[in-house]
């Protein structure tokens, strides 16, 4: 208890301390225009000689090396990182840039800058530290009333301790260092919970004394009142949070206190033959969170995994199922399996059935109900016919009195060479009669109609006809009748809603309306089809693939490789294929999953005559149907031209103005292979590894000539290959966009403004600079360098600023807000992916102003997000992202193999602080060199 209430003590004052904290922001100055492109620079930058004394702050700057290593806004300790980064960049360049106009920094700046960080240390690293792992030290209270003159004082006391201590308070903020918590030894002669039956506690009572003591701890905390005269202040201000705790520590208390349940849960032995798997056959009304574990297995028995049992050999195995659930007390159930051995004989039937649990009111009657495939015979007999709980009679079932009874069910199966017998157990739960008060006929049908009327299910249309068989049914029965066809129907139509609902690729508008129809309907085949609509509606429905590819074997006519391609199973989703011959002369039955890329092969035989195979993939998963798709194969006889031709590596290259050379490499060649291109017989010689690499001469090729190419030899399909001459090679010209600072330097990690974002992607869409500049529609946007840009963007729907009239040019621009200035045109010019992995962002909710531009970004390829799932929109972009976004709109694709020794890397616009490592180096190298590429090429090769 004293515990719980120093953690929300705790909890409310480090509460009150983080909402006190106060992040600044660097601002930087407007930049000026470097060619095409807006440079940021910092005011008054220089690059003098910085001679100001930071000894004693070097003890806190050590463990950085430099201000880039630094990004104070992503961290537990925000002010503090701030800091430590502006006395890293004035000692870097002598400039205070903790101002909102950076200027010359002196050593007053030094020395406020180290008591700023002092505090900073205190509030967001020490205290914080000590709140959560020495809550008790006296350190912590001599913390929190520190006057400002002995700062530096308690801050290397602190950090003395905590080097004593061997761990960084640092690490313990950040959760790397958990505290060690020692287990109390408990008093075995003092009961857990004492309670005086004679006196019982009042729970507003003790919640009261709860808040008291709590409100006392934290005064006792606070005795400077003066010192902390700030933070009781502010502590006022969470008087509705800390009152929440304190409801909400009541709560747990409260369900605590609660008398626990006896758990219903029952197992059922069961017998297995080898080779074979089942479920394990359970009776848990509760819907308890179950275990499953092996208590013995005799010689390795069975395999477990979930509730499934794998019969490996023969022997006996007991499993434990232990159930859990809040309210309940732990119960475990033991069930025995059984394991025999199948015998070789190849038309020996495996013999199974499922027999239900019965769930029964004393006086009730039911039966026993069994499943199963086989024409088999059941008997039923009492397990334990002692306690008399049940009569039976075959499989019906007469309750008598409350409590639980086995039965022992005993299958039968026959045929001409043998009897096969199997037992298995079922428990029948016999409860009390309900006891109902007698009501009479027009009170039970306003009981009804009322019960319909909350039904969600069937429309107001369907609820009237139902209430009106209701008010003119007869008698209690005839009117319970209609209420339980309502609900049926209404249970039925919940089903199938959540199937429309959980449609991915379905608007939500047209889901309404679907849904609006199945309440309406007034047939099952009516809700049917509705559904069957809906999937067709969906535009990017799942469907099964299945691929397939006979492989002949080039040495040896009568054999072959089937090659299956499907759609890739899941850890809910299970994917088999199962292949068998449509020819009775033929024996084939094959069964087995794919592999983790939807792909199985199988060896299959050429026969003199042709024959064909089924292909069926079958997909289960889990809550769903079990889906199925067939494709029929044909299988080629031995002497058909069926083996294909292995061409690697076809290039035509353009050596001079009329002449081309051929060249590619045929694998695994046959000796009597033919080559023809453009009607002339091609010399050839085959290696020792079997390969012939061509290389052929084409001379006068002019534009409009094909290039066609023939390759054939017996037993083989006729390979052919033909190429437009004026395909080969596509020139495009790729304009530079961007340029660095006057330093060096480009900025990649630095923001962009709202005016510098638009120039950049407008001068891509039209392909040349901003003109003069103009008035334009936003009040704060009149005659400056971007003007003329945001009207072009404007004008053509990329952009349209804020309500009140404003554009706000010099605001830093977010990720999203670049994703829906740019929306518009990847929509119109840029294609979907294909194989785009990644659905969505998990940050990015329907409720996001911005999704619709997001998502198409996303699918197009243009954004893939953080490697943890999320988007984080609300992030203003960096140089080197809007670079990279800009790039794949506007299909500019360098990358290190584009850059070829013809390339003189002298001449190129490269800059200091983006090295070849750095991730966006080729994209920024892409942007800011004007360049000509093949775009034919996926290398994307520049060329002079």
């Known amino acids: 208890m004293k515990n719980n209430k120093k953690k929300v003590a705790t909890l409310a004052l480090t509460a009150t301390m983080l909402a006190q904290t106060v992040v600044p922001c660097v601002t930087f100055a407007q930049g000026e225009v470097v060619g095409d492109e807006p440079a940021i620079t910092k005011e008054g930058e220089t690059n003098k000689e910085v001679n100001l004394d930071f000894s004693k702050l070097d003890k806190y700057l050590g463990e950085f090396g430099s201000s880039e290593e630094i990004d104070p806004f992503t961290s537990n300790y925000p002010e503090y990182l701030f800091k430590i980064y502006v006395a890293l960049s004035m000692k870097e360049t002598g400039m205070n840039l903790d101002l909102d106009e950076p200027k010359e920094a002196t050593q007053e700046d030094v020395e406020k800058l180290y008591k700023d960080i002092l505090s900073a240390r205190r509030n967001e690293i020490i205290i914080p530290a000590l709140e959560k792992n020495y809550p008790d030290d006296d350190l912590l209270l001599e913390g929190r009333g520190v006057e400002e003159a002995d700062l530096e004082t308690y801050v290397e006391k602190a950090d003395n301790f905590f080097k004593g201590e061997g761990v960084n308070p640092r690490d313990i903020v950040d959760g790397k260092v958990e505290k060690e918590t020692p287990e109390e030894p408990t008093d075995p002669a003092e009961p857990e919970n004492p309670t005086d039956p004679e006196n019982p506690t009042d729970p507003d009572e003790e919640v009261e004394d709860k808040k008291n003591e709590l409100a006392e ?326 469907d099964i693939t299945l691929n397939t590819k006979v492989v002949y074997d080039k040495k040896d006519k009568e054999k072959a490789t089937l090659e299956i391609k499907t759609i890739k199973p899941t850890d809910k989703k299970k994917v088999t294929v199962k292949v068998t011959s449509e020819d009775k002369d033929v024996k084939l039955d094959y069964e087995k999953e794919v592999d983790k890329d939807g792909k199985a092969s199988i060896e299959v035989k050429r026969l003199k005559k042709d024959y064909r195979i089924n292909v069926k993939v079958i997909v289960k998963e889990e809550g769903k149907d079990t889906l199925t798709k067939n494709k029929s194969v044909k299988i080629q006889k031995q002497d058909a031209n069926v083996l294909e031709f292995e061409v690697k590596n076809i290039k035509l290259t353009k050596k001079s103005d009329d002449r081309y050379e051929l060249t590619f490499t045929v694998k695994d060649a046959p000796k009597d292979m033919k080559i023809d291109v453009n009607g002339n017989n091609v010399k050839y010689n085959i290696d020792k590894d079997g390969n012939a690499k061509v290389v052929y001469d084409l001379r006068n090729l002019k534009n409009d000539t094909k290039l066609k190419l023939k390759i054939t030899a017996d037993g083989y399909k006729e390979f052919t290959y033909e190429k437009e001459v004026k395909d080969i090679k596509e020139i495009k010209t790729f304009n530079q966009y ?207």
């Open 738 to 944: 961007v340029v660095g600072y006057p330093d060096g330097t480009f900025g990649p990690e630095r923001n962009i403004t709202r005016a510098e974002a638009v120039a950049m992607f407008t001068r891509l869409v039209r392909g040349k600079v901003e003109t003069t500049s103009r008035t334009t529609r936003y009040s704060d946007a009149n005659n400056q360098w971007y003007s003329d840009a945001l009207n072009y963007a404007t004008d053509k729907g990329y952009i349209s600023g804020y309500t009140d009239g404003r554009f706000n040019p010099n605001a830093n621009m977010t990720r999203e807000e670049f994703a829906q200035m740019i929306s518009k045109y990847v929509s119109e010019n840029v294609k979907k992916v294909e194989d785009n992995t990644l659905i969505s962002f998990k940050d990015v909710s329907d409720k996001n102003w911005s999704k619709s531009a997001i998502q198409d970004a996303l699918e197009r390829g243009i954004i893939k997000g953080y490697e943890d799932g999320t988007f984080r929109g609300d992030r203003d972009i960096t140089r080197a992202e809007a670079v990279r976004m800009l790039n794949r709109t506007f299909d500019r694709k360098t990358t290190e193999k584009s850059i070829t020794k013809d390339i003189d890397a002298k001449t190129l616009n490269m800059f200091k602080d983006v090295i070849p490592k750095h991730w966006a180096f080729y994209e920024i190298l892409d942007a800011s060199n004007k360049h000509k590429a093949n775009v034919t090429d996926d290398n994307r090769v520049w060329s002079k």
């Open 217 to 542: 701890e934290v005064m006792k905390q606070l005795r400077d009142e003066e010192s902390n005269k700030a933070f009781l202040e502010a502590l006022s201000y969470k008087q509705e949070e800390f009152n929440n705790l304190l409801i909400q520590y009541k709560e747990k208390e409260e369900d605590l206190n609660k008398e626990e349940k006896d758990l219903n849960l029952v197992v059922n032995d069961m017998s297995l033959n080898v080779g074979t798997e089942e479920k394990l056959i359970i009776n848990n009304p509760e819907e308890a969170n179950l275990v499953y574990d092996i208590y013995e297995n005799q010689d390795g028995a069975i395999a477990l995994e979930g509730n499934t049992v794998k019969a490996l050999k023969e022997g006996t195995a007991k499993v434990i199922v232990k159930g859990n659930k809040e309210g309940f007390k732990e119960k475990v159930v033991v069930a025995t399996i059984t394991v025999k051995e199948t015998k070789e004989e190849d038309d020996r039937k495996h013999f199974s059935f499922t027999a239900h649990n019965l769930e029964l009111r004393v006086g009730e009657e039911g039966q026993i109900k069994v499943d199963s495939s086989q024409n088999a015979t059941f008997d039923f007999e009492l397990f334990n016919k002692d306690n008399n709980v049940i009569s039976l009679n075959g499989n019906k079932v007469k309750a008598l009195k409350k409590g639980t009874q086995q039965v022992k069910v005993i299958g039968t199966l026959k045929d001409e060479h043998e009897t096969t017998t199997m037992e298995t157990l079922i428990t029948v739960t016999v409860r009390d009669k309900e006891v109902t008060e007698e009501k009479d006929l027009e009170t039970i049908k306003k009981d009804l109609i009322k019960d319909l009327k909350i039904l969600e299910n069937i429309s107001g249309n369907r609820k009237e006809v139902f209430e009106k068989a209701i008010n003119d049914a007869k008698d209690k029965d005839k009117a319970k009748e209609q209420f339980d066809l309502a609900k049926k129907e209404d249970d039925f139509k919940k089903k199938e809603i959540d199937k429309v609902n959980d449609i991915k690729n379905l608007s939500d508008e047209k889901k309404k309306e679907l849904i609006k129809d199945i309440k309406d309907a007034e047939t099952d085949k009516e809700v049917e089809k509705l559904v069957e609509k809906a999937k067709d509606l969906n535009e990017e429905a799942e």
